[in-house]
């Protein structure tokens, strides 16, 4: 089969950018653990004052030592805020959202999730610096979205 030589190069030229670009997403994938949750739990969205974590969100240390943030995201604030947990050890978030569509992530770590409601995101983290944060809104949401914005205390 004969092949015309721009066409081959064209076609070499596509090859290494899809290889690229699957390389791309297998290294963040390997090396900065950027996955997909893998947690599925539902709720009542329209009922979360019956579910104790998320009636009263806070901080909570568990018998083994782990720490669960429960996080309830709505129009335009977190609740708990500030966040307060430990630098160094495993901290468990479980997010959802009272309303509509949501996100939380804190910028410059991989704690990065969609908060939807009727679902439950939960994902563990461990932060090494202390330090204060803040926890972004990443999914347009309203006319206050720009000021849904938490904070997170490491110490
Ligand atoms: Cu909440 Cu954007």
Redesign the pocket.
Request: proline letters at 0%.
């Given at each position: 089969m004969n092949v015309e030589l721009y066409e081959r190069i064209w076609m070499w030229a596509a090859a290494a950018l899809i290889a690229m670009f699957l390389s791309g997403i297998l290294l963040t994938a390997g090396l900065h653990a950027v996955r997909p949750p893998s947690h599925m739990e539902t709720l009542d969205p329209t009922a979360l004052a019956t579910y104790p974590e998320f009636a009263n969100p806070a901080v909570r240390t568990q018998p083994d030592g782990g720490v669960v943030v429960s996080v309830v995201?709505q129009?335009?604030s977190f609740s708990p805020d500030p966040i307060v947990v430990p630098a160094n050890r495993p901290v468990t978030f479980r997010v959802t959202s009272a309303d509509?569509v949501?996100?939380l992530e804190v910028p410059g770590t991989n704690a990065n999730v969609m908060?939807i409601p009727g679902y439950v995101s939960q994902f563990t983290v461990t932060f090494a610096r202390p330090g204060e944060y803040i926890v972004a809104?990443?999914?347009?949401?309203?006319i206050?979205?720009?000021n849904?914005v938490g904070k997170l205390i490491v110490k």
């Open positions: 995201a129009m335009f509509v949501h996100g908060a809104c990443h999914e347009y949401c309203g206050g979205h720009h849904m």
